[in-house]
């Protein structure tokens, strides 16, 4: 199966960014992808933080989720929907939803981020927690006879995440992200790659990646990694896409070869 990481600088106009998703689905489904990733936050990169909550859509319906359902139909593929701000019990909360939609158009799988993020470094400062609200519960789906486990950016950091995911392995894990600039300098490639070779799987990661209009800058550097940690694709700053394709030998070869995975004791 080919799999594609696509890559955005999404804007504050949500008209505008589903416009650019849905060019860069065509591009991956034209160019063979049949598992295709969009970012975290491809929808919306607002001037502030809570201007998710004025496109917050209800579970299972909005012209965003019907936008996504509508795509992964048209071209018959498995489409991670990067997030999207789903309405939360919490009162002026969103969820973080990251769901996935099948060939037929149906809704597979919704994931809720778990861990939210919260950095200030003097100079930069986000705390997720002020309009999100966390999900507590793991997700994986089946697409195509693979296994596919959900994560969302700053889930990255906590490899318990994913070894919950792994039971039963999953074949490829997903990351949307929108990493920021300082951040990902320093860790993203660190932690997907860290990833990969502890699960020895895929690892599909689709950031956002470029100077917004908001004034936040993204690190980009959409990924695939294979199940010994080498990067396969890479797109590293811009809109585009990193694709590749699953091999099940190569994974079967690397647990065979290093059975990590049957050696845990915890």
């Not at 591009?27 to 502030?48: D, I, K």
Request: charged share 20%.
């Amino acid at each position: 199966m080919k799999i594609a990481a696509l890559q955005m600088v999404s804007t504050p106009d949500v008209n505008r960014n589903l416009a650019t998703a849905a060019r860069l689905i065509a591009q991956a489904s034209t160019a063979g992808a049949r598992l295709v990733a969009l970012p975290e936050y491809f929808c919306l990169m607002g001037q502030r933080d809570d201007d998710k909550l004025a496109i917050a859509e209800a579970d299972g319906d909005g012209p965003i989720q019907r936008f996504l359902a509508g795509a992964a139909k048209q071209h018959g593929l498995w489409l991670v929907g990067g997030t999207l701000p789903i309405r939360a019990s919490t009162p002026g909360k969103v969820r973080n939803a990251c769901c996935v939609w099948g060939p037929d158009g149906q809704r597979v799988a919704r994931y809720d981020k778990i861990h939210l993020f919260a950095f200030n470094n003097g100079r930069e400062a986000y705390d997720e927690g002020r309009v999100l609200e966390a999900g507590d519960t793991p997700v994986a789906f089946a697409a195509d006879g693979l296994r596919v486990g959900l994560s969302v950016c700053y889930d990255l950091r906590f490899p318990e995440l994913y070894r919950r995911l792994m039971q039963p392995p999953c074949d490829v894990l997903v990351v949307p992200a929108a990493f920021t600039h300082t951040t990902g300098q320093a860790h993203w490639e660190l932690l997907l790659r860290a990833r990969a070779v502890e699960n020895q799987c895929v690892v599909l990661a689709s950031a956002q990646g470029g100077l917004h209009e908001n004034g936040r800058r993204t690190f980009g550097h959409s990924m695939v990694i294979d199940p010994w940690g080498a990067v396969l694709a890479s797109q590293v700053d811009g809109e585009g896409m990193a694709m590749a394709e699953v091999d099940l030998t190569r994974r079967d070869a690397v647990r065979a070869q290093l059975p990590a995975l049957a050696h845990r004791r915890l």
